[in-house]
């Protein structure tokens, strides 16, 4: 079945059981691997294949190299915290952190207070320098990109798009202001045959292209139209044209690829491995989905970020840039768009969610289950890389019925309640 197929005609999707943990374990095993156990992009997306995918993705389709810092950032052993026991609800239903993490086909969890690591875990035969997917993680990287461009006066976040890219005159990224395309508030529709998910993949080389699916990055902008004015009351849809158009305006400014950019502005800050991101056949990145990187590189992003966030705002630009994430957008609009549910009181920002709840969080999330989030006043970097299988439909437009349907075990509903529960188990800082 092509995963175009498979994606659009499946609703929720039940927790993983044993069976399908045997299955992933036995792709793309043997010299050959049997042909029913091999991985192709007509099969990637698909469970039992997906696991093997998502850690595996540089062998699928092209990719671009994230170069390691010179002197990475220390993530030195804390005192442990037994989690495995934990438990926390899924709906309405008890369950230990330990078959959570079996259910939600996680392949790695690392907890992360007061700088040291406390808790870490791998499963499945994850490895600790094994790359996984961030899928749409890596939006909240070209915003924190985006954020310091605003910051040194070189993107202004009240222009049009278009300003910046003539080729996107007259699409709804270009009419929409560079603040709209990052608070994904543009009005834009997608063909039928073109969704905002599957687009992008064949697109970018990842699923193969039915007749009239885009052939690289650049035509799938050019694809979407106008979902009403771009001067209307303002609506949240999240969708992954707009963080592809603002890497474009990125790459023409500064006259270099994305991938440089994020290598010398963020990824040298901090990284002990290189990471890589997919390309499509122009070599354009995808800057909504394509990073790849190891669970203790992600933790150290997110460190990062949350060490900034600690810090005084200075006149340094990525001091400012990483601020900017947690100035929260309107809770309002995005409780009226489609990903509100099981994020009471969320607003959007710079591709980051802001938890608003007093100690200026924020998140980073990707599909399959990939989880950033980061609590600056109680010092705590929680991450996840997951392969939580997700068939749903996407929707088109914003004016169109929301069709994401994941399952309970994938909801950001229960991601937020492992977060309570593990904020339930640190030890409180003495007087």
């Given amino acids: 079945m092509l995963l175009g197929v498979a994606l659009l005609t499946c609703s929720a999707i039940q927790p993983a059981d044993a069976s399908t943990e045997a299955e992933s374990s036995s792709i793309m095993q043997g010299f050959p691997p049997d042909p029913e156990r091999r991985v192709t992009k007509a099969n990637a997306f698909i469970p039992p294949y997906l696991r093997w995918s998502m850690t595996h993705a540089r062998e699928l389709s092209p990719t671009r190299n994230l170069a390691r810092a010179k002197t990475p950032m220390s993530l030195p052993a804390g005192p442990p915290i037994d989690l495995d026991g934990m438990t926390f ?188 991101v997919q390309i499509d056949q122009l070599g354009t990145e995808m800057a909504s989905g394509g990073i790849s990187s190891n669970l203790r590189d992600t933790a150290r992003f997110a460190e990062l970020v949350r060490l900034e966030l600690n810090r005084e705002k200075s006149e340094d630009s990525f001091n400012q840039a990483v601020h900017s994430l947690a100035d929260p957008g309107d809770p309002a609009v995005f409780a009226g768009g489609n990903l509100a549910a099981g994020r009471p009181g969320y607003s959007y920002r710079n591709y980051w969610f802001q938890k608003n709840d007093g100690d200026n969080s924020i998140e980073a999330s990707g599909r399959f289950g990939q989880k950033i ?46 977060v309570s529960a593990v904020h339930g188990q640190l030890p409180h800082r003495p007087h």
């Fill in 89 to 276: 609800k899924v709906a309405e239903e008890p369950i230990t952190l330990n078959r959570y993490l079996q259910e939600s086909m996680t392949n790695g969890l690392i907890v992360m207070h007061r700088g040291q690591v406390v808790y870490e875990r791998y499963l499945d035969g994850f490895s600790e320098r094994q790359p996984h997917i961030w899928a749409s993680m890596t939006k909240s990287v070209t915003g924190l990109l985006a954020a310091q461009f605003i910051a040194e006066g070189k993107l202004d976040p009240q222009a049009r798009l278009a300003s910046y890219v003539p080729e996107l005159e007259g699409t709804p990224f270009g009419e929409s202001s560079v603040r709209f395309n990052l608070d994904m508030m543009v009005p834009v529709a997608y063909p039928e045959n073109v969704p905002p998910d599957l687009g992008l993949f064949a697109a970018t080389g990842l699923i193969p292209r039915r007749p009239g699916m885009p052939e690289d990055i650049y035509s799938f902008l050019k694809m979407a139209y106008s979902d009403g004015d771009s001067g209307q009351q303002a609506r949240f849809f999240y969708q992954n044209g707009s963080p592809e158009a603002l890497a474009w305006a990125l790459r023409r400014i500064s006259g270099k690829s994305w991938a440089e950019l994020v290598e010398k502005r963020i990824w040298s800050r901090f990284a002990e491995e290189d990471a890589y």
């Fill in 373 to 418: 989030y980061i609590n600056p006043k109680r010092e705590l970097v929680i991450v996840q890389l997951a392969t939580t299988p997700d068939r749903a439909k996407r929707a088109s437009s914003a004016s169109a019925e929301d069709r994401v349907d994941t399952s309970a075990i994938g909801s950001a509903a229960t991601f937020n309640n492992l």
